[in-house]
T-cell receptor, first 115, second 113 residues
Framework: NAGVTQTPKFRILKIGQSMTLQCTQDMNHNYMYWYRQDPGMGLKLIYYSVGAGITDKGEVPNGYNVSRSTTEDFPLRLELAAPSQTSVYFC??????????????FGQGTRLTVV | GNSVTQMEGPVTLSEEAFLTINCTYTATGYPSLFWYVQYPGEGLQLLLKATKADDKGSNKGFEATYRKETTSFHLEKGSVQVSDSAVYFCALALTGGGNKLTFGTGTQLKVEL
């Protein structure tokens, strides 16, 4: 089982460049998420989606955009890269279940450096 | 708002030592509680969870009990191994909140021979 797949694994960007972090899942999960992980800060939610065509901001959305045109894919777009966006980015997905919280499955992460 | 506080690391232990990683939380509702583990170079994976007060989650020799009266979910293991070296994250999520996780800052565990 592939689970949650992120590409690329590593990327170096120059300030002002743009890029898209790809995320796809093969578990037919309705919910998908983007988190960033900074040293000593845990993971912070950037954006999330509860289904195709529906997205919403998380705790730290500034500087990012997302789209969810299919159940499987949830790309994260950086339009004007800034050094503050240097981080490790994790995509995750989970199933929807009425009345309970279900397990989140994470990709292996994308390590992004903005110079 | 919701928040999770866990003990800072790194925690360094000898193999077969007893492990406790403290975790406390604040939440606006009645959360489910989780421990996720991140091995070097990998994404996070669920270690254990508990969904209501007094529930005990357990997996791979680790366990944690949901204590509503102390708003805590401390992680314990009776005898750690070198292979347990990883970063451990305590997290919570509210029912009906899209399964969005609020994480603690993580605790790095190093187990030495």
């Amino acid at each position: 089982n592939a689970g949650v797949t992120q590409t690329p694994k590593f990327r170096i960007l120059k300030i002002g460049q743009s890029m898209t972090l790809q995320c796809t899942q093969d578990m037919n999960h309705n919910y998908m998420y983007w988190y960033r992980q900074d040293p000593g800060m845990g993971l912070k939610l950037i954006y999330y989606s509860v289904g195709a065509g529906i997205t919403d901001k998380g705790e730290v959305p500034n500087g990012y955009n997302v789209s969810r045109s299919t159940t499987e894919d949830f790309p994260l777009r950086l339009e004007l890269a800034a050094p503050s966006q240097t981080s490790v980015y994790f995509c995750a997905s989970s199933s929807s279940s009425r009345g309970q919280v279900t397990e989140a499955f994470f990709g292996q992460g994308t390590r992004l450096t903005v110079v | 708002g919701n928040s999770v506080t866990q003990m800072e690391g790194p925690v360094t232990l000898s193999e077969e030592a007893f492990l406790t990683i403290n975790c406390t939380y604040t939440a606006t509702g009645y959360p489910s509680l989780f421990w996720y583990v991140q091995y070097p170079g990998e994404g996070l994976q669920l270690l254990l969870k508990a969904t209501k007060a007094d529930d005990k989650g357990s997996n791979k020799g680790f366990e944690a009990t949901y204590r509503k009266e102390t708003t805590s979910f401390h992680l314990e293991k009776g005898s750690v191994q070198v292979s347990d070296s990883a970063v451990y994250f305590c997290a919570l999520a509210l029912t009906g909140g899209g399964n969005k996780l609020t994480f603690g800052t993580g605790t790095q565990l190093k187990v030495e021979l």
